[in-house]
């Protein structure tokens, strides 16, 4: 019997409205100035590449996680009003956007 969800809940976050010519290496460096990254990745395209406008980060502190969400959303990029939000991990394969 699981006591409650995994620590993944609280520091997995999904990022929409992202400027379609963001860098995976500005997504990091953007998303790395709150706090440690376990990992982020920015969708792309498979075929073009370009990228699809959203992406994933994983802080390893829960607490760097609130803090991305508080500072970061409603951040101006260029022409987009990005949306930072925790992302509900339903198991290792999928993700449900919330």
């Keep these: 019997m699981m006591a409650g969800p995994s620590d993944d809940s609280k ?3 999904i990022v ?3 400027p379609q010519n963001m860098t995976q290496e500005e997504f990091k ?3 790395g100035s709150i706090g440690e990254i376990e990992s982020c990745k920015l969708v792309r395209d498979k075929i073009t590449g370009q990228s699809l406008g959203y992406g994933f ?3 390893v502190d829960p607490n760097d996680a609130d803090k991305a969400i508080n500072t970061l959303n409603g951040l101006k990029l260029q ?3 990005i949306k930072v939000g925790t992302s509900l991990v339903i198991s290792s394969c ?3 956007i919330v």
């Design 16 to 18: 929409n409205y992202l």
């Design 29 to 31: 460096s953007l998303f």
């Design 94 to 96: 999928s993700t449900l």
């Design 11 to 13: 520091t997995n976050l």
């Design 79 to 81: 022409t987009k009003t």
């Design 57 to 59: 980060v994983n802080y």
